[in-house]
């Protein structure tokens, strides 16, 4: 038998398709092994094969190919440097967050915001909750900070790779204390991309990581994070979860366990400090004019004096038990059934509940407070009017 003359042997790899760091999910990586040498005097070639190749010659190779998988990696970072200020009862309040999409697929997240605790700064320690429910929107327009009419998503739709969307927890505050601390958590879940509409939750990669994924699948059961486990990869397009545990530990899950490595799910933490106790604001604001017997405005015996009061609450905080009284001035007489409240004719008799006000033979009485049965709210009109005739 001849002996193969190998004069001239060397390998070359010859790649079809090319993966980096940001090529995308699903595509192809193949590249093909080629063997030039020279058999008694004849120079040959053979190329490889996944399954092995003994025949000589162009295409009779196969490439070694491969799908790159879908990698799930993203992050949630408060861009809060410190605890945001409010004030006790204050009905919008807002903690700011980022979600980036670090994969390499476009992807939706969904999202939610729980109370927590500890605080991750050290001096604001986590003593109160807001009022729940807590609310997380999705900034949508071009202007900074949560406007109500603008920021309306609810879910982050369709984050491309690399991609960053800005996220608001939105709160209002119960009765505190100035000092008083509450942590509050945004959790992002990721869920399927690419499609109108939201997508449907991520439960599980190919690698057996499981996504707790419970209060974002319309009540489903919530099941802890899994373990890796020896599953060989596929051909075919795989999941794979690669987002990185929590740094801190009021990080949180929706276990309300700290957020883990690889579970679909990544979350970081704000707090929302009170710096003033709200109080009530309240102004009545007194007018009067004068309607003479002639038409004009000459304050003569038989003129009517009109009275207006405007009842003004501000701030934030009702008022309970408000009742107005105004006497009747010296030297003038009231006119029956002149008393309105909003332009609405009151009865002059104590006889609630048909109205809540009277003229008692020496004053005008109204009860905003329907006999303390109704808080007043700020921002609610109360325009009380009467009158008077000069004697």
Known sequence: MRSLD????????????SSSAFSAAGD??????????????????QESSPTGNTLTGVGNGMPTS?????????????TDAAAINVSSLQSIAFLTFTVTNSGNAVQDFLLTA??????????????????????????????????????TALFIDDLVVGATATVYVV?????????????????????????AGQGVVITN????????????????VSVLAGT????????GLETVFNDPAALNPEDVDSNAVQDIRANGQHSDTGVFLVQAVAVPFLALNKTVTVIDTLGGTDPHAGATLRYQIDVVIGGVININNLVITDAVPANTTYVASSLLLNGAVQTDTADAPTDYSEFNGNDIVVDLSQGGTVSVA??????????VTID
């Open 6 to 17: 190998f004069r001239a042997l060397f390998l070359s790899f010859l790649c079809l398709n």
């Open 28 to 45: 192809i990586i193949s590249n093909t092994a080629t063997i030039d040498f020279v058999y008694q005097g004849i120079p040959l070639i």
């Open 66 to 78: 491969f799908t790159e998988d879908r990698l799930i990696n993203f992050s949630v970072v408060s």
């Open 114 to 151: 729980v109370n927590t605790s500890p605080s991750p700064f050290v001096a604001n320690v986590d003593s109160f909750d807001p009022v729940s429910p807590l609310q997380v929107f999705v900034e949508e327009g071009s202007n900074a900070g949560y406007l109500l009419a603008e920021d």
């Open 171 to 195: 709160a209002t505050m119960p009765v505190t204390i100035v000092g008083d601390a509450a942590a509050v958590a945004l959790v992002a879940q990721v869920a399927e991309g690419g499609a």
């Open 205 to 220: 990669d190919n690698n057996g990581f499981i996504s707790p994924a419970g209060v974002y699948s319309n009540g489903g």
């Open 228 to 235: 890796s486990n020896s599953i060989a990869n596929t051909p």
């Open 378 to 387: 700020p921002a609610t009109p109360n325009l009380i009017t009467f009158d």
